[in-house]
């Protein structure tokens, strides 16, 4: 980004030039660039497992309900992503219906290595966003591997034999094209209180579907205070799935504002 110069060589920083250029931070040198983003050879590690509902229950935000008591543990290498370049992610997506009825998918929680998709996931989006140490890759011969490490302390390890049976490929597609994504994104004021309370909606546009396999698979979760993804306990895995896709980030829209529902309730008692 380039600030307009004054006749003293001091920066001419306008309003206007602020406005044009406030889609980041920092604002001189944004952590990334404007969305959307494109991702090639986007390969998931999905294992899908049964878990306590009353612990669902308790992390799934109104109005979004709690579909089933499965959730989708995700291993993500991403080598080639426009703005981001390449990294890893982890973490855990929760089957939900939303406030139209509609069955769509809730980010609950991920952890990824590198500065530029953390700041942007969750300043646009609101992804639930934070720093790790994850890994995706081939163990030995005949072994999918997904690991993930918080400081020096592993606290998840998934594995699934590799590349056992093909799926098809129009089905997962679907699964990624159709599906409505849905982020509580939290923004603080100066104060410390919310500025930004929203539910966020999005979809991946633009998606083809490379490859896709299931296999047997197996997931251990371990406890950390930091990075409690055993909070939602495995109790038994269910199936597991190794896609690999090029797919597009779309932006997102303000599905439900919860500030704006609050202030309508206290009008509507005032009145």
């Known amino acids: 980004m380039i600030w307009p110069v004054s006749n003293t060589g001091l920066i001419d920083m306008k309003e206007e030039d602020i406005r044009r250029n406030a889609f980041a931070m920092p604002v001189h040198n944004p952590a990334y660039p404007r969305p959307p983003f494109r991702f090639i050879n986007r390969e998931y ?51 939900v219906i939303d406030h139209e009825g509609h069955k769509g998918s809730y980010t609950h929680a991920m952890y990824l290595d590198d500065e530029g998709p953390i700041a942007g996931g969750r300043e646009i989006w609101g992804f ?16 999918l591997l ?91 895995v269910v199936g597991a799935r190794h896609v690999i896709a090029n797919l597009t980030l779309d932006i997102g829209e303000v599905a439900y504002d919860y500030l704006a529902h609050a202030d309508s309730l206290k009008l509507a008692v005032n009145n």
Not at 50 to 55: G, H, I, K, L, N
Not at 128 to 143: I, M, N, Y
Request: with cysteine.
């Open 45 to 95: 590690f999905i294992i899908s497992y049964e878990t306590d509902p009353d612990a669902l229950a308790a992390v799934v935000p109104e109005p979004l309900r709690v579909d089933n008591n499965l959730v989708h543990y995700e291993f993500i290498r991403m080598p080639d992503s426009s703005g981001f370049g390449s990294y890893t992610e982890s973490g855990q997506v929760i089957s």
């Open 128 to 143: 639930p966003k934070k720093l790790a140490s994850p890994r995706l890759s081939v163990d030995g011969k005949d072994t």
């Open 146 to 236: 997904g690991t993930l490490d918080y400081g020096t302390q592993r606290i998840a390890v998934g594995t699934m034999g590799y590349k056992f049976r093909a799926l098809g490929l129009d089905a997962e597609r679907s699964k990624l094209a159709d599906t409505p994504n849905y982020l509580l994104k939290v923004l603080p004021h100066v104060d410390g209180t919310a500025r930004v309370c929203e539910l966020v909606r999005f979809f991946l546009r633009d998606v083809t579907v490379l490859g896709a396999w299931e296999g047997p698979a197996a997931l251990e979760l371990h406890a950390h205070a930091l990075a409690p993804v055993a909070d939602l306990p495995v109790r038994k």
